[in-house]
Protein backbone atom coordinates (compact mmCIF):
# COMPACT_ATOMS: atom_id res chain seq x y z
CA UNK A 1 0.00 0.00 0.00
CA UNK A 2 1.23 3.49 -0.81
CA UNK A 3 1.90 5.89 1.67
CA UNK A 4 0.38 8.52 0.42
CA UNK A 5 -3.17 7.16 1.43
CA UNK A 6 -2.11 7.14 5.39
CA UNK A 7 -1.61 10.00 7.12
CA UNK A 8 1.33 12.73 7.13
CA UNK A 9 2.63 15.31 9.32
CA UNK A 10 3.71 18.39 7.91
CA UNK A 11 6.33 21.31 9.53
CA UNK A 12 7.45 24.55 8.81
CA UNK A 13 8.88 27.36 10.41
CA UNK A 14 8.97 31.86 10.47
CA UNK A 15 12.27 32.89 12.36
CA UNK A 16 14.40 35.56 12.78
CA UNK A 17 16.80 35.09 9.49
CA UNK A 18 18.26 32.89 7.94
CA UNK A 19 21.20 31.48 9.58
CA UNK A 20 20.11 28.09 11.70
CA UNK A 21 23.13 28.15 13.70
CA UNK A 22 22.10 31.71 15.36
CA UNK A 23 18.73 32.37 14.47
CA UNK A 24 15.87 32.09 16.47
CA UNK A 25 12.16 30.30 15.38
CA UNK A 26 9.36 32.67 15.91
CA UNK A 27 6.44 30.87 14.84
CA UNK A 28 5.97 27.44 14.12
CA UNK A 29 2.97 24.63 12.80
CA UNK A 30 2.98 21.17 12.44
CA UNK A 31 -0.22 19.97 10.57
CA UNK A 32 -2.03 16.54 11.00
CA UNK A 33 -2.55 15.82 7.45
CA UNK A 34 -5.54 12.52 6.41
CA UNK A 35 -7.03 13.19 3.02
CA UNK A 36 -6.62 16.99 3.83
CA UNK A 37 -4.92 19.09 6.79
CA UNK A 38 -7.06 17.42 9.57
CA UNK A 39 -5.50 19.76 12.24
CA UNK A 40 -2.86 22.61 11.92
CA UNK A 41 -1.17 22.96 15.37
CA UNK A 42 0.29 26.58 15.39
CA UNK A 43 3.06 28.77 18.03
CA UNK A 44 3.93 31.73 18.41
CA UNK A 45 7.09 32.36 20.48
CA UNK A 46 9.13 35.36 22.14
CA UNK A 47 12.67 34.50 20.50
CA UNK A 48 14.11 36.41 23.33
CA UNK A 49 16.32 38.73 20.73
CA UNK A 50 15.56 41.10 18.38
CA UNK A 51 13.25 40.28 15.28
CA UNK A 52 15.09 42.50 12.75
CA UNK A 53 13.16 44.40 10.40
CA UNK A 54 13.48 42.90 6.86
CA UNK A 55 12.33 39.36 8.76
CA UNK A 56 9.50 41.22 10.46
CA UNK A 57 8.47 42.32 6.70
CA UNK A 58 8.24 39.00 5.56
CA UNK A 59 6.59 37.24 8.07
CA UNK A 60 4.38 39.76 9.72
CA UNK A 61 5.55 38.96 13.10
CA UNK A 62 7.50 42.24 15.06
CA UNK A 63 9.37 41.81 18.29
CA UNK A 64 6.74 43.69 20.30
CA UNK A 65 4.18 41.18 18.86
CA UNK A 66 6.30 38.11 20.04
CA UNK A 67 7.04 39.63 23.37
CA UNK A 68 3.32 40.79 23.96
CA UNK A 69 1.73 37.23 22.76
CA UNK A 70 4.67 34.73 22.36
CA UNK A 71 5.19 32.36 24.55
CA UNK A 72 7.89 31.41 25.82
CA UNK A 73 10.78 29.58 23.36
CA UNK A 74 11.76 26.82 25.22
CA UNK A 75 8.26 25.83 25.83
CA UNK A 76 7.17 26.20 22.33
CA UNK A 77 10.01 24.62 21.16
CA UNK A 78 9.19 21.26 23.63
CA UNK A 79 6.09 21.37 22.48
CA UNK A 80 6.87 21.26 18.55
CA UNK A 81 9.31 18.24 19.40
CA UNK A 82 6.61 16.36 21.17
CA UNK A 83 3.90 16.65 18.34
CA UNK A 84 6.72 15.68 15.64
CA UNK A 85 7.87 12.48 17.53
CA UNK A 86 4.04 11.58 18.21
CA UNK A 87 4.02 11.49 14.46
CA UNK A 88 7.50 9.49 13.87
CA UNK A 89 6.28 6.91 16.91
CA UNK A 90 3.04 6.69 14.75
CA UNK A 91 4.78 5.80 11.63
CA UNK A 92 4.11 9.23 9.64
CA UNK A 93 6.18 11.21 7.24
CA UNK A 94 7.32 14.59 7.81
CA UNK A 95 7.04 17.01 5.06
CA UNK A 96 9.64 19.64 5.23
CA UNK A 97 10.13 21.80 3.01
CA UNK A 98 13.78 22.71 2.38
CA UNK A 99 13.99 20.33 5.40
CA UNK A 100 17.55 20.97 6.15
CA UNK A 101 16.63 24.80 7.10
CA UNK A 102 13.59 23.87 9.42
CA UNK A 103 15.12 20.70 11.02
CA UNK A 104 18.38 22.08 11.61
CA UNK A 105 16.76 25.25 13.08
CA UNK A 106 14.76 22.67 15.24
CA UNK A 107 17.89 21.40 16.60
CA UNK A 108 19.95 23.96 17.03
CA UNK A 109 17.25 25.42 19.46
CA UNK A 110 16.64 21.99 21.46
CA UNK A 111 20.49 22.55 21.96
CA UNK A 112 20.30 25.89 23.01
CA UNK A 113 17.42 24.99 26.12
CA UNK A 114 18.64 21.98 26.46
CA UNK A 115 15.96 19.85 25.19
CA UNK A 116 15.52 16.33 23.73
CA UNK A 117 16.01 16.56 19.80
CA UNK A 118 14.04 15.25 17.57
CA UNK A 119 16.48 13.28 16.43
CA UNK A 120 17.88 12.02 19.57
CA UNK A 121 14.45 11.09 20.41
CA UNK A 122 13.14 9.49 16.70
CA UNK A 123 14.17 8.52 13.64
CA UNK A 124 12.47 10.38 11.25
CA UNK A 125 11.51 9.63 7.48
CA UNK A 126 11.27 13.13 5.68
CA UNK A 127 9.79 14.23 2.73
CA UNK A 128 11.17 17.48 1.22
CA UNK A 129 9.34 18.63 -2.20
CA UNK A 130 11.81 20.82 -2.33
CA UNK A 131 14.02 17.81 -3.11
CA UNK A 132 11.87 15.70 -5.27
CA UNK A 133 10.57 18.24 -7.37
CA UNK A 134 14.38 18.96 -8.37
CA UNK A 135 14.85 15.10 -8.79
CA UNK A 136 11.64 14.78 -11.09
CA UNK A 137 11.85 18.20 -12.80
CA UNK A 138 15.87 18.76 -12.83
CA UNK A 139 15.55 21.05 -16.54
CA UNK A 140 12.79 23.47 -14.97
CA UNK A 141 13.54 27.18 -15.23
CA UNK A 142 12.72 29.77 -12.34
CA UNK A 143 12.60 29.37 -8.74
CA UNK A 144 11.65 26.85 -6.26
CA UNK A 145 9.85 28.48 -3.72
CA UNK A 146 7.05 26.68 -1.80
CA UNK A 147 5.04 29.68 -3.95
CA UNK A 148 6.40 28.25 -7.10
CA UNK A 149 5.72 24.53 -6.97
CA UNK A 150 2.54 25.39 -5.50
CA UNK A 151 1.61 26.90 -8.65
CA UNK A 152 3.34 24.40 -11.05
CA UNK A 153 1.12 21.79 -9.22
CA UNK A 154 -2.26 23.09 -8.85
CA UNK A 155 -1.65 23.59 -5.37
CA UNK A 156 -4.04 26.40 -3.62
CA UNK A 157 -1.82 27.96 -1.04
CA UNK A 158 -3.37 29.76 2.16
CA UNK A 159 -0.42 32.61 2.14
CA UNK A 160 3.10 32.49 2.00
CA UNK A 161 5.26 33.30 4.81
CA UNK A 162 2.48 31.97 7.69
CA UNK A 163 3.49 28.88 9.31
CA UNK A 164 0.13 26.99 9.05
CA UNK A 165 -0.53 28.00 5.48
CA UNK A 166 2.93 26.76 4.31
CA UNK A 167 3.22 23.40 6.82
CA UNK A 168 -0.59 22.75 4.71
CA UNK A 169 0.93 23.51 1.19
CA UNK A 170 4.16 21.57 1.89
CA UNK A 171 2.05 18.62 2.14
CA UNK A 172 -0.49 19.18 -0.46
CA UNK A 173 2.35 19.72 -3.07
CA UNK A 174 4.44 16.10 -1.61
CA UNK A 175 1.01 14.81 -2.51
CA UNK A 176 0.32 16.50 -5.71
CA UNK A 177 4.41 15.11 -6.70
CA UNK A 178 3.19 11.42 -6.21
CA UNK A 179 0.29 11.84 -8.52
CA UNK A 180 2.15 13.45 -11.25
CA UNK A 181 4.97 11.10 -10.78
CA UNK A 182 3.36 7.68 -9.30
CA UNK A 183 7.03 6.18 -8.77
CA UNK A 184 7.04 8.08 -5.74
CA UNK A 185 4.18 6.59 -3.84
CA UNK A 186 4.71 3.43 -4.52
CA UNK A 187 8.66 3.84 -2.92
CA UNK A 188 8.43 2.48 0.75
CA UNK A 189 9.29 5.62 2.76
CA UNK A 190 12.57 4.52 4.15
CA UNK A 191 13.56 3.89 0.97
CA UNK A 192 12.50 7.30 -0.47
CA UNK A 193 14.18 9.12 2.94
CA UNK A 194 17.64 7.59 1.54
CA UNK A 195 17.42 8.70 -2.11
CA UNK A 196 17.05 11.90 -1.45
CA UNK A 197 19.60 11.92 0.76
CA UNK A 198 21.85 11.06 -2.19
CA UNK A 199 19.68 13.62 -4.66
CA UNK A 200 20.03 16.28 -2.27
CA UNK A 201 24.03 16.05 -2.33
CA UNK A 202 23.95 15.84 -5.81
CA UNK A 203 21.65 19.44 -6.14
CA UNK A 204 23.93 21.21 -3.74
CA UNK A 205 26.81 19.95 -5.25
CA UNK A 206 25.55 21.38 -8.74
CA UNK A 207 24.70 24.76 -6.79
CA UNK A 208 28.27 24.99 -5.40
CA UNK A 209 29.29 24.44 -9.06
CA UNK A 210 27.46 27.06 -10.40
CA UNK A 211 28.17 29.54 -7.80
CA UNK A 212 32.19 28.67 -8.55
CA UNK A 213 31.68 29.01 -12.23
CA UNK A 214 29.61 32.40 -11.79
CA UNK A 215 32.33 33.83 -10.16
CA UNK A 216 30.40 33.96 -6.53
CA UNK A 217 33.01 32.09 -4.51
CA UNK A 218 31.39 33.30 -1.89
CA UNK A 219 28.08 31.77 -1.74
CA UNK A 220 29.54 28.26 -2.82
CA UNK A 221 31.63 28.09 0.20
CA UNK A 222 28.35 27.86 2.00
CA UNK A 223 26.61 25.82 -0.01
CA UNK A 224 26.07 22.27 2.44
CA UNK A 225 25.05 18.97 1.04
CA UNK A 226 23.77 17.20 3.82
CA UNK A 227 20.40 16.17 3.93
CA UNK A 228 17.58 16.39 6.05
CA UNK A 229 19.88 17.76 8.97
CA UNK A 230 23.05 19.82 9.01
CA UNK A 231 25.64 18.77 11.57
CA UNK A 232 26.16 20.68 14.49
CA UNK A 233 28.08 24.00 13.44
CA UNK A 234 27.91 23.10 10.12
CA UNK A 235 25.90 25.47 8.51
CA UNK A 236 27.76 28.26 6.35
CA UNK A 237 30.77 26.81 7.66
Not at 17 to 38: C, F, K, L, Q
Not at 161 to 186: F, M, R
Request: negative net charge; charged residues 25%.
Amino acid sequence: MSWTVGPIAGLDFETTGVDPEVDRIVSGAVVEWDNGPRRVRSWLADPGVEIPPGAARIHGISTERARAEGRPAAEVVAEVIAALVAAVEAGQPLVVMNAPFDLTMLEREAERYGLYSLFSASAPLVLDPRVLDKHCDRYQRGQRRLEDLCARYSVVHGGAHDAGADAVAACAVTLALADEYPWIGKTPLPELHERQVGWAAGQQSGLREHFKASGQAHRAATVREEWPLIPLAGWGR
